[in-house]
């Protein structure tokens, strides 16, 4: 029998601070890995070997591989909305807005768009099968979503757009680029194609604007 077909019940008593810290590295180990290689080319002998953790260490954490990556999702996402959140709580221009492009875009440039958006590239690969992985990922997604229309109705509320801008309809274009963005990336290895994306759906917010800006987007 496989690792992947061993499940060792999950240990219910309370984790000790080195079992907390034993979890956080085997977390740390599987996004690495996953996020390069995908969830479904990652084994648990992966995750064992790259975290320096036993089997028994493993399984004392994680059932089994799903268990693993549900946990992760939940990981991701934390991870990713704390880095959201740092460039969007407090947009409230446009030049925000591009300055929080140029930021995501410059960080995918550094492995030349591949590999993708690490929730995208989850969501692609668990929707179909983990209905309790895709719930997970749907919220986070949702949540990112909301940061950025927060962050456009403070625009509109302050006078920066017209009222007749849909924050939320906004959002949701953006957000569609940035992820139809990543993904191009990815096949090209290329960011040129997420530069586009991202440009488009911000000219046309930008369209919405009381005063537009003269700086350019791109």
């Given at each position: ?13 309370r984790?000790s601070?080195?079992?907390?810290a034993?979890r956080?590295?085997i977390?740390?180990a599987?996004n690495?890995?996953?996020f ?5 080319a990652?084994?648990?002998?992966d995750?064992?070997?790259?975290s320096?953790?036993s089997k028994?260490q493993l399984?004392?954490h994680?059932?089994?591989k799903q268990?693993?990556?549900r946990a992760?999702?939940t990981y991701r ?5 704390q880095r ?5 709580e407090?947009l409230?221009?446009f030049?925000g807005?591009?300055r ?8 995918n440039?550094?492995n ?5 958006c690490g ?6 690969e668990?929707s ?7 719930s ?13 229309s927060?962050?456009?109705h403070?625009m509109r ?6 009222q007749?801008a849909?924050?939320e309809k906004l959002?949701?274009?953006l957000?569609a ?6 993904l191009?990336a ?6 040129a194609?997420?530069?586009?994306a ?6 046309h ?5 009381v005063?537009?800006p003269g700086?350019?987007?791109r």
């Amino acid at each position: 029998m496989s690792d992947e077909q061993v499940a060792a019940p999950t240990n219910p008593r309370r984790i000790s601070q080195r079992g907390i810290a034993t979890r956080e590295r085997i977390l740390e180990a599987a996004n690495r890995l996953m996020f390069v290689r995908g969830v479904n080319a990652t084994t648990l002998d992966d995750v064992r070997e790259a975290s320096q953790t036993s089997k028994s260490q493993l399984y004392r954490h994680f059932a089994d591989k799903q268990e693993l990556v549900r946990a992760l999702v939940t990981y991701r996402g934390a991870l990713v909305l704390q880095r959201e959140r740092a460039g969007l709580e407090r947009l409230r221009s446009f030049s925000g807005l591009v300055r929080w492009r140029n930021a995501l875009v410059q960080a995918n440039s550094l492995n030349n768009g591949k590999h993708g958006c690490g929730l995208g590239s989850m969501a692609l690969e668990l929707s179909d099968h983990d209905e309790q992985a895709r719930s997970t990922l749907s919220e986070t997604f949702a949540a990112w979503e909301k940061l950025i229309s927060d962050g456009l109705h403070r625009m509109r509320d302050s006078g920066a757009l017209r009222q007749d801008a849909n924050p939320e309809k906004l959002a949701t274009g953006l957000m569609a680029a940035l992820q139809g963005g990543y993904l191009l990336a990815n096949a090209a290895h290329d960011v040129a194609p997420m530069e586009v994306a991202l440009d488009m759906a911000l000219d046309h917010i930008k369209s919405f604007l009381v005063e537009p800006p003269g700086e350019s987007t791109r």
